[in-house]
């Protein structure tokens, strides 16, 4: 297979483009998801608050972040 705009087929987050995540966050990036909010908060940085309040609270309520968020959380140290 070639891996020719690879790139470009994958969301943030990755999951690949058609693919659907019906569970809950893993427990590594809800670790992030902390680790980053408390970054946030200390930086007064608040839309990366409100990233993580929504990552945290759709991992607890059994419902799948957005990847876009998931994104922001991962690479936010980088």
């Given at each position: 297979m070639s891996t020719f705009g690879k790139a470009t087929r994958e969301q943030p987050g990755g999951l690949s483009a058609g693919m659907v995540s019906s569970d809950p966050v893993p427990d590594m990036p809800m670790d992030a998801a902390w680790?980053?909010?408390?970054?946030?908060?200390?930086?007064?940085?608040?839309?990366?608050?409100?990233?993580?309040?929504?990552?945290?609270d759709a991992n607890?309520?059994?419902?799948?972040?957005s990847p876009f968020d998931l994104h922001i959380i991962v690479e936010y140290f980088n």
């Open positions: 680790m980053v909010l408390e970054a946030a908060n200390d930086l007064g940085d608040n839309a990366t608050v409100d990233v993580c309040r929504r990552v945290i607890l309520n059994g419902r799948p972040a």
